[in-house]
């Protein structure tokens, strides 16, 4: 029972569709909090190299002795595989393939006449509307959205999102659920961009603006915000970190929802989007990495 008397199903097996950054990180933090896993994947040779990074993670848990047991223990609690009848038996499935509409709803219609009815579906989409992303279901009262956050093993956030569909019951499994992955989950509903991007994006392109309206230059911005509001990062070194292509599609979905200014991506953020330049994954966005120990800002 919750404290709002609601009776909670238990979960012993999860499934992660997707073993990329996010879903090997949801797939590792699972493990670790004693859950048996099965990682769903295209093909193994993404299976081995998500796994890899799980095993190189769990390392340096295990070195910082922050691990209650053996790394091999918590390895062993995920099974990998590329057909979807192993997850058949699972008691919740966490989607975090391609932040893509098509593809997320095509998976999930795949998977829904495989796994068992009572089982939760939920999706860790930043950006995309899970009320749209249920239509391909038939259980739209166990579907939810879990938002996760990079890294997964070290960020200790989880958005727990609401439909107006979903249950209330497997609202709170949901919540009990993120608070056993050791996680602090916090409760939201289906609007775009949940609490976090809805508040953190704005602030992202408003620094842009900033730049392009010769406020600063992109190392003073950062350190301003940094030292003069103490946050761990600066925007321009964030908006690196998280991608600029991931930004600039959000911005998309954003403004389609709202018709705000403030959702709306900067000239700049096209600009570099359209070079490839995405940030650290592609060696260059508005820092150049060239020297990944000491990144130079760029000058636009």
Not at 38 to 58: H, R
Not at 122 to 150: C, Q
Request: charged share 25%; aromatic share 10%; proline share 5%.
């Amino acid at each position: 029972m919750t404290e709002f008397g609601l009776t909670q199903m238990e979960i012993k097996k999860v499934g992660v569709l997707g073993c990329g950054l996010m879903g090997s990180g949801i797939a590792q933090v699972a493990a670790m909090a004693g859950f048996d896993v099965t990682v769903l994947e295209v093909e193994q040779k993404f299976l081995d190299k998500g796994f890899a990074g799980i095993e190189k993670s769990l390392a340096k848990f295990a070195e910082k002795a922050a691990l209650k047991e053996t790394p091999q223990a918590v390895r062993a609690r995920l099974k990998g595989t590329t057909s979807k009848q192993d997850l058949a038996d699972c008691d919740i499935v966490i989607e975090a393939i391609i932040e893509n509409v098509e593809e997320k709803k095509k998976m999930w219609a795949s998977l829904d006449p495989i796994v068992k009815k009572e089982a939760i579906f939920a999706t860790n989409t930043s950006s995309i509307s899970v009320t749209e992303l249920l239509t391909a279901v038939k259980r739209p009262e166990r579907f939810i959205g879990l938002h996760f956050f990079n890294p997964v093993p070290l960020m200790k956030l989880v958005e727990v999102v609401k439909t107006i569909a979903t249950a209330p019951d497997v609202y709170e499994t949901a919540y009990e659920f993120g608070k056993k992955l050791g996680k602090v989950p916090v409760r939201t509903s289906d609007k775009t961009g949940f609490i976090v991007n809805r508040l953190l994006v704005p602030y992202l392109l408003d620094a842009i603006r900033a730049y392009e309206e010769g406020v600063g230059s992109i190392e003073d911005i950062d350190n301003a915000m940094k030292l003069g509001c103490g946050y761990p990062m600066g925007p321009f070194t964030l908006l690196d970190f998280v991608g600029l292509d991931t930004t600039y599609y959000i911005t998309h979905v954003m403004y389609d929802e709202f018709k705000e200014r403030r959702f709306a991506s900067p000239p700049l953020l096209k600009r570099l989007v359209m070079a490839g330049w995405y940030g650290k994954k592609t060696g260059r966005g508005f820092y150049d990495y060239a020297d990944p120990a000491n990144p130079k800002a760029g000058t636009f």
